[in-house]
């Protein structure tokens, strides 16, 4: 599929976003690992997740989902049963990762394996804690998938301390996993706030999870299980990371005033609201409100006038998945933004430095790559282009979010991969006042 933008037409009126990928994932893996009926609303159905589904078919979990209202059957950790065939994680990280963490504290034996894009996708960052806990698994000699947990004996994984060296809630998620199952608590000290829904959702289902600042970073203590995960009754908020596509669309179309209702706020992914407020931004949050413990709004935004920005330090975590999207903001900003701290994005769907310079400047934004982020000079009309997002459905999005306001079209190909985050994107666009030719 190849998507081409219209440039032009100001986006105005009311959408609500689709579930949050990330508590979607947790909340299919954790409903399965809880006792009891779980029942979740706004399940984000996407291809990341239904990756996730597949696999808690294959371990012998049951569910039904109708819409994006998810009903699943949890059998608690000890019910979960060995899958006959490889755990096929397609492109999604978050699946293989937490699943690695959960099945290597069960001691259950399985293989995973994933597309192309996840096999080149570090892995040793979960499984070598993992070994440190005891547990057995083999990857390829780089660390990286396809992987094999061996089976425990009936032994469990021993607590450990660990200091991480990179913010990753997926790592985390998958040593909170394992370590529930331990038996002596475990210590996660993050160098930054990674996103904490895993802490949040494992707490309200009975877990004893405590998160304490030690020299201003998150310490997180798990205690091993004394009774089961209690089941979910939640509504999964607005996706704030699909979110961010909408906002920077509507900041950089003129005439553009827009709403966007029920999202998740969780201070550990907004960060690029704050950035965005810095840069001169018109962004007004409403009915700010608690569900399931999670903090959600409504976000209002209007078409404002940018200037470049620094952005660094410990932000860089709590925008991780942003940066593509906000690249486009920093384009159509007046003067230059940097980013530093980033190296990260190297690791993501694509090499989210590499990837991201090379597409941008081929719909004429100039931008220098750097080791651990990039400049981008901001201001000049973005000419327009034909791009290829290389299989990042988040490149693929703010690549056609750049063309919005372009001299001419910004032609996408192969955008069908935004079906695996935000198949919505182009309705939610439509529905605002965008024009699209899909071909
Ligand atoms: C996610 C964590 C982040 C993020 C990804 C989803 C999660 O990855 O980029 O889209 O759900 O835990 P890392 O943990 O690798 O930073």
Redesign the pocket.
């Known amino acids: 599929m190849k998507v081409i933008t219209e440039s032009g037409y100001p986006l105005r009126g009311t959408v609500s976003l689709p579930g949050d990928?990330?508590i979607s994932?947790?909340a299919a893996l954790f409903g399965a690992l809880a006792t009891g009926h779980s029942h979740i609303e706004n399940f984000l159905v996407a291809g990341v997740t239904e990756k996730m589904l597949d696999a808690l078919t294959a371990l012998g979990v049951s569910y039904t989902l109708n819409g994006t209202t998810l009903d699943i059957n949890g059998k608690g950790f000890a019910g979960i049963e060995p899958a006959e065939k490889v755990l096929h994680c397609g492109n999604s990280?978050?699946t293989m990762?937490?699943l690695i963490g959960a099945l290597a504290g069960i001691g259950l034996p399985a293989k995973l394996d994933g597309s192309e894009g996840l096999r080149s996708r570090p892995m040793g960052r979960v499984v070598n804690p993992l070994r440190e806990m005891g547990a057995q698994i083999e990857t390829t000699e780089a660390g990286t998938a396809p992987l094999q947990i061996l089976g425990m004996d009936g032994k469990h994984l021993q607590g450990r301390n660990f200091a991480l060296p990179?913010?990753?809630?997926?790592?985390?998620?998958a040593l909170m996993l394992a370590a529930l199952q331990g038996n002596s608590p475990t210590t996660i000290l993050e160098p930054g706030p990674?996103?904490d829904?895993?802490e949040r959702m494992l707490a309200s289902m009975g877990a004893s999870i405590e998160t304490v600042a030690q020299q201003g970073k998150p310490c997180i203590t798990v205690e091993p299980l004394q009774k089961h995960l209690t089941p979910l009754e939640i509504t999964v908020p607005g996706d704030f990371?699909s979110a961010a596509f909408l906002i920077v669309a509507a900041l950089v179309t003129p005439g553009s005033e827009i709403v966007l209702q029920g999202v998740g706020l969780n201070p550990t992914r907004t960060g690029l609201l704050d950035v965005l407020h810095t840069m001169g931004a018109q962004i007004e949050i409403l009915n700010a409100r608690e569900q399931h413990n999670e903090p959600v709004g409504d976000i209002v935004v209007r078409h404002s006038r940018l200037h470049g920005i620094e952005v660094s330090g410990s932000v860089v975590?709590r925008m991780?998945?942003e940066f593509p999207v906000f690249a486009v903001a920093a384009a159509y900003a007046e003067g230059q933004t940097v980013v530093k701290d980033a190296v990260?994005l190297r690791?993501?769907e694509s090499n989210r430095i590499s990837m991201l310079c090379a597409q941008l400047t081929e719909v004429g934004i100039s931008v220098r790559e750097q080791p651990d982020g990039f400049v981008i000079d901001g201001g000049a009309p973005v000419t327009g282009g034909i791009a290829d997002p290389h299989s990042d459905h988040r490149l693929a999005m703010s690549l056609l979010v750049a063309g919005l306001d372009a001299q001419g079209p910004v032609s996408v190909q192969h955008a069908e991969i935004i079906n695996e985050s935000f198949p919505q994107f182009l309705d939610s666009l439509t529905h605002l006042g965008a024009r699209f030719d899909v071909v």
């Open positions: 990928k990330s994932h947790r990280a978050t990762r937490l990179v913010a990753s809630a997926q790592v985390k998620t990674s996103r829904h895993s990371s975590v991780i998945d990260e690791h993501k």
